[in-house]
């Protein structure tokens, strides 16, 4: 009986772990990197909390990425997050997203979400795919009247912005709306997608500016099928600019969000 009890309570441990324990693919892309990895992320707590690794471009150029899933404090709107940063071989760091979150089963709910960082003038994308594979619903017509929040802060210029967002229609299947970061040569673009799965992307992206050119810095980008996806999203990502200093982009729900009117 007591060995019974034992392999039933070893049963229960297996089965809890493997619920809370979800493999993902990570792609690292860009002119010179192919990077191909799969690996698998527990809750906070729960074993398999960190990824690092070193890595070489195609020319031989080294790189490191690092990903902590960390507890926030029990006063913050979510139990935990992402920790994602690059760095070169120098140690010096070139992107950089926290992902606040409601465990793994919300990552896999999200499905896909990355970093496209600027990285020697050519964009690298940082792509996690929990779930590639999910059917929305959500269609950015059916955001006509849904607010977003922009925020931007540049510490070297003393500059913040923060101001609601309502992302007017472009064409069929895109909405997006730019702002020009004052008279400092950058802005920043929230941009929704129709995707051809179902669902929408959202992209959020800092670009430089020189006269009416635009050059893409960073991108931050995440996968919704549905509203409630789409409103749950919180992160914050830094891009480290030569001249300029730290670029930081925060990104979280509106508070009060009412749904879109139902036709």
Known sequence: MKLFTLGVVLCSLSTFSLADTLPFNLNIKGNTFDIDKTFELSDVGEGKNNINFDFKNKEGKKYSFDLKYKK??????????????LKDSNGKKLGYLFLANNGVQSLKKLGVFGLIIDINGAP????????????????????????FVQDTLVPKFSFQMI???????????????TYNLDNHPFSVNYTLLDREQGGIEFQHNLYSRDGEKEHLLERIYFYADNLETLREAMYAGKYFHSTAGTFKLVFYPAMGQTEPPKE
């Open 72 to 85: 926030l404090a029990s006063n913050r709107s979510y139990p935990g997050n992402l920790d994602i940063t």
């Open 163 to 177: 101001r609601p967002v309502i992302i007017p229609s472009v064409k069929p299947g895109l909405r997006s709306i």
């Open 124 to 147: 690298v994308d940082i792509k996690f795919t929990f779930d590639d594979k999910k059917k929305g619903s959500l269609k950015v017509s059916e955001l006509e009247n849904e607010r």
